[in-house]
């Protein structure tokens, strides 16, 4: 029977109730007395010098109450990078300022370089666009091999050239070398990983509130980890000492990684609300958000295998050029090399890897994480090359990734990391069984007799969530610790409020976090809240990304639950008059083992705090503890997908007709929040595939700004999914055995579509060895011509 209650039940979201309801308090719902409303002013060039900026008929304008330029906020520290990458020569990277708002120089399209604040938003904008400036148009590099060529204009006049660091990982030179030189076959592909915009349904938004009376700032923004951006923007850009700095982020509606990071905005209306003593708000337009959210992706690869005479795989190199974009986001510097390059093995037992990366700085918006960040890029480079492989073989892709599949555990990679525990065998079981292949070939008839041509795209994954541990990534160059926290705190009635450092913005946390709890207490899940999102009320905690919130925060949750469980079975001694020792508690009630002498939950928890029973000398009365827990390795989340698709050989429309995911996330908390999480991913996925891209012109103009443009995926653009996750091989280094979910989808679910795309025009006898995503029609229709 399934659970109904605790770990493993499939719970609807309580959350749920209070968001389709309209009851949701999310940033924008928020208004402070007396609040004014910012503007920004943003270059409509992609480089450019300030030779002038002229507010003084802005300022004389109704409502305007300050108009803001980059001028004021020189002393004023920089946004930050929370990661130092150290190249293949020992040289850190190249870390160029990045102003808040910018001074002399505008480097992309989208830069603020003015902003007004007024009292109401109309007349913001009605200001702002009284402004007159001069910005002197300067060449724009927007092409990553152009702006590493000789000459090439320099997006920071600081620095020497565009490159920000050139990185390796792996295997030494002679191993690849060798490998290469004695191999069978090697299987060459250069593709290009599409350069995307998050685009969650709440935009970004920022309200600065300052307290003179107590010379306290707090900000209310849309963040996935309120106590790294107080941490950012106090310490490192307005110097404001973290005890008199708050950060709130209430209901966020959807991040996928672009919330992540600390902005300009941010900062600004903390400061501004501070210099004119009045809350300042800003809420991003969808246009704006498409030049000011960091954008992901946005890789060029060459990729080659080699095998031996057995279709062994034995050596694997990879060059990539990866776009920052004109400054350096928070943690961008991290989603090439750390998060990228140490996945490269897959789940392949290659002896031999080197991966290159080079970073290089264009006048275009910054790239940072977006869902999957780094892993999505390694999967698609990888899971292309071995079906391609397998093609150019004359070999089955599934047999071909069978044979070269890491069977035993603890597995060591050429790439630096070690997967604890895995079943890619089981797995790839799973999906087989999922989709019916013996039949496959009579679907594909029925396809031809419409007139269409149908592929099947198999891929494998793995990725590592929850980075881990703070010491080893310090020493990679993160300027943080990846440690979480939580507190439990049991009421005097027996009610508890978890305070948490993970941050839910749709991963499902206020249900699933109780299930645990209520898991370890045998008490009712409703008797448990869990409290977020504030930095004055939680636990100093890394927020949520890198599906780590459970793996992570989870973790920290059980161990501040079992000090609560030891220090209640110590009350429940004294008044069972046992030794704690021989305390039991289930089903919410302690008994004296071996006996029939109990005590109720509501009981001891009451007498913690009315402590009439036991010796304060011994016990402390309350009940709250508190736990950090930093993981001694990633979780290695892995899976096999499939999908297939219809092409129309007229047109080159791509229709995808079914896709099945078969995971092994390890144990499983609750499964209707993994299915979703899978389901949500898998749109992204194919959103990517088939229909998404960022693009600029030769000018640094962006081209896709908004939603006529930039093809969203909709309901008609996916399937209904077959989505598994029986398949358990469960983490064996954190408490709860439980890996990663939430990016599963959207690294898996690329490379599945595009094999698939590619199969059906084999079938249809059009040999097309890659084509690069999005695989749109037009792209399509000029493969199959040639």
Known sequence: MPKDHGIGAAQKRREDVRFLTGAGRYTDDISAYGQTYCVFLRSDVAHGIIKSIDTSDAEAMPGVVRIFTGKDFEGIGGLPCGWQVTDKHGEPMKEPGHPVLAQGKVRHVGDPFAAVVADSLEEARNAAEAIVYDIEELPAVVDMRAALAEGATKVHDDLSDNLCYDWQLGSDQAAIDEAFANAAHVTTLELINNRLVANPMEPRVALGEYNRANDESTLYTTSQNPHVIRLLMGAFVLGIPEHKLRVVAPDVGGGFGTKIFHYAEEAFVTFASRQINRPVKWTSTRSEAFMSDAHGRDHVTKIELALDADNNFTGLRTDTLANMGAYLSTFSSSVPTWLHGTLMAGNYKTPAIQVNVKAVFTNTVPVDAYRGAGRPEATFQLERLVDKAARELGVDPIALRRQNFIESFPYATPVAVEYDTGDYVATMDKLEEMIDRPGFEARRKESEAKGKLRGLGINCYIEACGIAPSNLVGQLGARAGLYDAATVRVNATGSISVMVGAHSHGQGHETAFPQVVAEMLGIDESMIDIVHGDSSKIPFGMGTYGSRSLAVCG??????????????????????????????????????????????????????????????????????????????????????????????????????????????????????????????????????????????????QLLSASYMDYAMPRAEDVPFYKVDHSCVTPCTHNPLGVKGCGEAGAIGSPPAVVNAVIDALASGGFNVEHIDMPVSPHRVWKAMQG
């Open 555 to 700: 973790s920290a949750m059980v161990r501040a639950t079992e000090k609560i469980i030891n220090k209640a079975k110590k009350i429940a001694g004294h008044l069972l008059e046992a030794s704690d020792a021989d305390i039991e508690l289930k089903d919410g009630k302690f008994t004296v083992a071996g006996t029939d002498k109990s005590v109720a939950w509501g009981d001891v928890t009451l007498a913690a705090y009315v402590p009439h029973n036991y010796p304060l000398e011994d016990i402390e009365p309350g009940l709250e503890e508190t736990a950090f827990y930093d993981p001694s390795n990633f979780t290695y989340p892995s899976g096999a997908y499939a999908c297939e698709v219809e092409v129309d050989p007229e047109t080159g429309r791509v229709t995808i007709e079914s896709f099945a995911a078969a995971d092994d996330f390890g144990n499983v908390v609750n499964p209707m929040i993994v299915e979703g999480q899978v389901h949500g991913g898998i749109g992204q996925g194919i959103g990517q595939a088939l229909l998404e891209s960022c693009i600029y012109d030769e000018n640094g």
